[in-house]
């Protein structure tokens, strides 16, 4: 996965992520937005229009965001 969207996204979901992705890899989910990592082309222009910077780099993850990881990787297991 190259991008996770984290917990500022459930207080927002404002979308804006969603319009901009090239290869339609960003979906709502019932608390937030999730990115499907077997889609992702690590283009990074979700991030630039996320208006509270809740979109990071996997590899940018602090221990204490990996649930957003993990919940990203449920919500597209049974897809």
């Not at 449920?74 to 897809?79: D, L, Q, S």
């Amino acid at each position: 996965m190259a991008f996770v969207i984290l917990e500022p996204c459930a207080a927002e979901k404002s979308g804006e992520c969603v319009s901009v992705c090239p290869v339609d890899c960003i979906e709502e989910g019932p608390d937030q937005f999730y990115i499907d990592p077997d889609i992702c082309i690590d283009c990074g222009a979700c991030v630039a229009v996320c208006p509270v910077d809740a979109i990071v780099e996997e590899y940018d993850l602090r221990p204490e965001d990996e649930v957003y990881l993990e919940k990203a990787e449920k919500f597209y297991a049974n897809r």
